[in-house]
């Protein structure tokens, strides 16, 4: 009996983690303290500063914001949960806000990698702000109440076979589960991203990409994602230039693709089904190729 009341006790540690050095390996199971809880306030592991340091076997929940490693890079996340931290799902959010709450935050983070997390029940799951370089691979961020996979400011990463499904939002103004400016995986001035392999669906938007001139994001690539049931668009990039969608899966959605003023986009292979409005739109876009899809027009 003791030593049941002990497993218990260390598995439930609130105390919050913060990376002391260099190449650090933070492995909550190895350390006694797999699960870690907190009161709804602050951060629960910490790496800032840092390089190489690594972060396993964890599952961190009950705060304001479960991971947030900042000005470090050559960091690897893995097989980790942060799930149930700060969660709302009462307003139209703001693509482009600060926002430091919810599962996983890289701020001024390179050359690392995020895979075989969850982070599901928060405002958002993963998000990379102003950091380049990195790989998301493999995670589960469905069920959340605004974004699966967030980038801002942040070009030159890699996105591949993570669920982004489930991540929708209710606000007064458009109603319950009405999107509110959720998406599966959402680009805010942020270039040169490859987007490979993810599911998006039953979410706000499947990939949500800009809806401003001022965050448009660039040259990126979408390769063979699977984007149904939204419910807005499979893909949006709207005043987006110079972005590649192939062989995507694209089924149930309001438009499939949403390329408003939109210019020299590649649309490749892609196969559309069932979309409630329209496959393929594109106003006041310019060069907007069509190549070998189930539909043959974009029309502006």
């Known amino acids: 009996m003791d030593g049941a009341f002990e497993s218990m006790r260390v598995s439930l540690f609130a105390a919050p983690l913060s990376a002391q050095q260099n190449n650090q390996i933070i492995d909550c199971q190895a350390e006694g303290r797999p699960v870690i809880v907190g009161n709804g306030t602050g951060t629960g592991i910490v790496v800032q500063g840092k390089h190489g340091v690594v972060i396993q076997n964890c599952t961190v929940k009950g705060f304001e914001l479960g991971l947030l490693v900042a000005d470090s890079s050559n960091v690897i996340v893995r097989n980790s949960n942060f799930s149930d931290n700060y969660v709302d799902d009462n307003s139209i959010l703001d693509l482009g806000a600060w926002l430091p709450k919810g599962g996983v935050m890289f701020h001024n983070v390179t050359a690392s990698t995020i895979q075989n997390v969850t982070a599901s029940g928060n405002v958002q ?36 076979d993570n669920d982004a499904s489930y991540n929708n939002r209710s606000c ?48 990126n690539a979408f390769y063979w994602n699977i984007l149904n049931d939204n419910t807005a668009n499979g893909i949006e990039a709207t005043f987006s230039h110079d972005n590649r969608f192939i062989g995507n899966e694209l089924q149930r959605n309001n438009y499939a693709l949403w390329l408003g003023y939109a210019s020299y986009a590649l649309v490749s292979g892609n196969y559309a089904n069932g979309n409630r409005v329209m496959d393929c739109r594109a106003e006041h876009s310019s060069v907007v190729i069509l190549e070998s899809n189930t539909f043959t027009d974009c029309p502006q």
């Open 125 to 160: 799951g993963i998000q990379i702000v102003k950091g380049g370089n990195n790989v998301l691979r493999a995670n589960d961020v469905r069920r959340n109440r605004g974004w699966g996979i967030r980038l801002l400011e942040s070009s030159g990463n890699r996105v591949e």
């Open 172 to 219: 007064p103004e458009w109603g319950h589960d009405a999107g509110c400016e959720s998406a599966g995986i959402v680009l805010v001035n942020s270039d040169n991203t490859l987007v490979i392999g993810n599911t998006a669906n039953f979410s706000g938007d499947g990939i949500y990409q800009g809806n401003t001139p001022d965050r448009a994001s660039h040259n």
